[in-house]
């Protein structure tokens, strides 16, 4: 045997030997490997299953991970979430900062709370690409700022986007070891928009112009819209309407000199609210519906004239239950449609395990159910 070919069969035997010598160490560990998960930043992350425990920055993933049933895995979550009544599990996490501001220092003590430091880390569910006048939050800067600690995996997931939404409850499916759970939520999903689809179906040539309104609390020289790409604009689509500010980028702010150049059929003016929804004649949401009708030149207005202004819960147009907010956009687009919106709402309440306060709505006046 030649030199060259005995230092092959050497080297091959100690490749072997260290695959073997891996592979007992997998063993020992009880036979774990890290899960490869592509997330919504584009980014391949290693998570070690099972997950010991979450932290949770966005309250769509919240909802999201309820859904799933594994809100026990929720350690640590920032402070706006332990007000969401819709989310009372969550009232005895750790907090974490809050969505304007990440504690990472807490974060970390978290991760090592029980004294494990060993492969079983802590996931940290974030947004993946968000934005807001005071700073980043998307992944990478959450990445960024745990870097200096260990057992800590950034998985951006946004829950926002009618487009993704079925991938990423996907991933977290398999992040959580829920698949089934996750496919039983997508096919429900896709069940409630095709009973809108097929409500509107032929009113493509009837599209009515809408405005949605986010905030005025910059006066009515700096009103915050939503444009192409965003998560409302799609839902417009979806429900066969025209979002009149289509042809802007996805949160613009406008003048209200614009909107009244537009005419739109109907305004939504979207509310938030930590509450499933707000009691039939609620003073604030109707003060925001009289504003909207008093602006200068409202009274010109398609929208204001035929009393097609609504606030409407902000959450339902964001998130999980887009399928709400959708059946009732197209019941306010197309007021002729055979549409029960309420009973997708009940539909959606009755998988987190909720019901809807009675008496209460999620939009303002009620479109004529």
Sequence with gaps: MGLRMMFGLMASWAVVLCLVGAGSALLEQGGKSP????????????????????????????????????TDLIAGVVEDLTRKSYLPELRGCRVVGTWREYDFEEMARIATADGKDGPEGTAVISYASFAHGSGRRDAFMVEEGLSPFQNLTVVGLDFFSPERLEEEMTVLGRLLQREGAAR??????????????????????????????????????????????????????????????????????????????????????????????????????????????????????????????????????????????LGYLARVLHPQADLDPEQVQREYLGILGLEYPPGNRVMDPWPGL
């Design 35 to 70: 899960l490869a998960l592509k997330d919504s930043s584009g980014r391949t992350v290693y998570v070690e299953t099972p997950v010991q425990r979450l932290i949770v920055l966005n309250p769509e993933a919240a909802e999201a991970v309820k859904i799933l049933g594994c």
């Design 184 to 325: 039983e939520f997508i096919e429900w999903n896709r069940e409630a928009q095709a009973r809108v689809d097929a409500a509107v179906h032929g009113q493509a040539g009837d599209r009515a112009a809408v405005y949605f309104e986010g905030s005025s609390r910059g006066g009515l020289g700096e009103l915050w819209t939503f444009g192409n790409g965003s998560a409302i604009d799609r839902l417009a689509v979806m429900a066969k309407g025209r979002n009149v500010a289509r042809g802007l980028d996805g949160s613009s702010q406008v003048q209200w000199e614009w909107v009244v150049a537009q005419d739109p059929d109907v305004i939504v003016r979207l509310h938030s609210t930590d509450q499933l929804g707000w009691a039939a004649g609620n003073e604030e949401v109707q003060s925001i519906r009289r504003e909207i009708m008093e602006r200068p030149g409202s009274e010109g207005l398609s929208a204001v004239r035929d009393g097609r202004v609504y606030v409407a819960s902000w959450e339902m147009f964001f998130g999980l239950d887009g399928a709400v907010g």
